[in-house]
């Protein structure tokens, strides 16, 4: 009477026509699948309703037969945005990786959480093997203790960043909470990162007391006007305890100089994390690591390699050297789950965290490294740099129709389609009116590019600067050359056509 | 010169060979694999190593073959705890579904973040609608107006429930910090999860300012004990703003009563939260709902798929009626990414989380509701409550063997196995010793069962009562009527052997 086959109504051989179609998938968009099929809302759903399989949950939902949900795959990647496209750079992620799906199909399947040894065995050595890895990769007191997790997301990452230096600076905050405590103070660069004002808000710091400290025009931290203004918050009577430098901006690409900001911190013993989210690649590479000189004096940092290194979203990184303070921090010894008369019960994760479930996001990274080697993921961070500076060249030789907003930085080329009459563009002599127009170039030309389905860059303002685009190398997509020159004869002909010379600021508002 | 096939070890053929083994273990978790192959670390690694393929990540790692990876995924199947096996019951989750498998594999292939419309057009509106669904099934305001998200699980979840609350009790705590602000003081039964404390530790509320509410017998918070706590709190000048209740608690799977703590909640002005992670299944169920009576006038609600319904990890949802407060709360407007000058930009979901990137996580369960529907996910939620009815009705039937805790829960049995010279156990007139012994019993018989690899069954004390097993039916776990049989001849056998009639404290020191 137990039976449990009414609760089927698929069985694994759905799970051999659905994983064909999806390594299908994964075929096609190396040859030439639309970046993107643009269609509003309505008509996504005006699509699957067509096809049978309304995007809505009815009311009273029926069941629908597997040939309908096979159906709705097709159709979810038809529509959905193709990340694996050779001509998607609209994010610091790309293409995932093989090894990297093959790891993370592993562990869809095994379904289990990194809380206890128990019920994840495996996952739990292979955690602690690759964060030891990545700990002996930073080198410096890391090699000697750390300790770390695999997190949701970078923004969780630099959560727990500020949530463990709040702690360290006032170790009664965990019981007594923030109110009758001291007035802290955290730092960062007003290039960083949206998810530090997230983590204050979260953890009741409040945006008040996040500091944004002057960058240089590269988008990195100024050291010197960091100590002025954890001078000026001594001044006021508040107590500074938390820097949180960044590795790879989100927009620029700019690392922060951290040696000079880890000695800046130490005379004023502050807790500096680094935000290494995107830049972090950049240690695998003996010609890249000199930008993250210092990291190992921070407290702690994190790295995605869900980014630069087409690991499937999501595989961050939270590290710490302080070997104990994870624990102190998080720990709160359920007693139903770290049972300590369980078998193994010393090697359990789980009470280090802010979650209770856990996904074991570092299986792929480990699988996808034993894939490539140390070698191999040196030559693809190497390669996305070159492929940046590459394709920074080609804007420099594009006569004027394309502009660098700054010099290139590792990972990260920002640049401007520039209509002929504001040629060359010098935002500092630019009129209001030029900056308007210029402001109008990025949206047009990338909704053009996404109409036609042919590639997806973002955009975005930056201090004076009008929408630029930002280019990055990020997964582990095909590239041949003539794509990065065909895309940039693209561009400049949606430019033309756009913003014929003669345009006004009228005109360019298509 | 731009071709990147050197970064590239593994095509996706490799996905192929990997994806059909994957679906050979699905099979095979029906056809006798063990629940766990119990080794200790170092058997682990030896076996890995003995593999080919060691579990750690050399100093100078070299590049595998294709081969030695597949080695890898078998040997990590081998001796990961199979969650699929029809004797699992060791967590609130089990075997993973294949509509939900499949669903998820996509979202690995399709790679993307649920934070704007333009890379996740699909996922995004599927996230929408599977909210709106929730929403009319919860039913009175929230058919009005709601928002949510989808969130890295229940812990979060409840973080986000109290983060909202802090915010509308104190709307300037975003901005100033809690320092300066009101002293806020939060509650929660005796018995919910070990979350909330995590979450007054993230949020700076500290651990002195969340109460612990009595509990009755079944592990149910007193609205009584509520009322009395909220009003020795302003007795101290302190502001009480959020009450946690939890609809199916951990062990013993209580369902606090959600209609008289909605209306003290309301006579005091706090928000109520509810953690339904694991009882929340039961809102799909014409007969269980009554278990949840009340919930729609929570102000958020948190519930998780993962569990009882045997979505893949993670699949967590968070609810709330107060339409524009996860906006208001987490919104920091960043530039680059949430350009409004995008197309479909109103569509972005991401400024309204404490992350930035996000799996589409909604997608598995759309599909999988697609697959069953609401008929089909009705019966299977009543189908879990059956079992547990039925296996304590195998308790009681046990002369004396075995002897319910309690009374069962609607998917909750907490149970004993009780030596012969303890029975009847009556833990109100057992004696410290007595309760020694019996605390040995669970932790051995467990043991016993990891060794074998047969099933696999939590436990852990509670108050006053020694370690026991709980038992619940989570997941898409096949399961025969015989299984539940022969498990409980096995325990009894196992009791048998490790507790002989005449054994002592010592003799059950094994």
Redesign the interface.
Known sequence: ????????????G???L???R??D???QTENGLPV?T????EG??RAYTEGG?P???E??????A?E??LE??R???Q???C??HPLFF??L?G?????G??????T??????CHT???????T??ET??L??LA?VIGGPYSDAHDGLFV?????AN?YGM?LA?NRADPE????????????VAFTSEQA???Y??A??????????LIGVACDDSGAMCPAALQEAIMAVKGEGKTPFFVGATAGT??TGAFDPLEPLAEVCREHGLWLHVDAAWGGAALLSRKLRHHMAGCEQADSLCWNP?KLLGM???CSVFLTRHAAILKQ??A??????F?P????AE?DLGDKT??????PDA?KL??A????????LE??VD?SAE?AE?FARKIEGSKGAFQLVMQEAPFNVCFWWVPPQLRPFRPDQASAADKALLSKVA?AI??AM?HKGDA?I?????RDAP?FF?IVFA???????C??DDLLHQMDDYGQHLFPAQCNLDAGEI
């Not at 009311?59 to 629908?64: G, I, L």
């Not at 905050?173 to 802290?184: E, F, M, N, Q």
């Not at 204050?200 to 007391?209: E, F, P, R």
């Not at 490294?369 to 191999?376: E, I, M, Q, T």
């Open positions: 009477m137990f039976e449990m086959e009414f609760f089927r109504p698929l069985s694994t759905f799970l051999s659905a994983s064909d999806l390594i998938y994964l075929h993107t643009l269609l509003p809302p996504l759903r399989i995007l809505g949950l009311d009273d939902q029926n069941a629908e597997p309908k949900l709705a795959m159709l979810t990647l529509y959905s945005t990340t694996s609209n994010q992620y293409g995932p990786e093989p090894a799906i093959a790891g993370e199909w592993l869809v399947v095994a379904n289990t959480n040894f128990e019920v994840a065995p495996v996952f050595l292979v093997e690759v030891a890895k002996r949701p997301g970078g923004s969780i959560i949530h709040r905050v965990k019981r007594r909470g923030a109110v009758g405590g001291p007035h802290l990162h949206y998810s004002l997230k204050v808000a979260l953890t009741g710091l409040g945006s008040d007391n989100t927009v869900h499937p979203l999501q921090t998080n709160s010894g359920a007693a139903y789950l049972q008369d369980k078998l193994n090697y802010i979650q209770c479930g856990r996904r299986f480990w699988l490294w034993k894939a490539y080697g140390d070698a191999g030559r693809w390669r492929l590459a949206p990338k909704e996404q997806m973002g955009f975005q303002p930056l929408n930002r997964g582990a997509k095909l590239l041949k050359d794509c990065l």
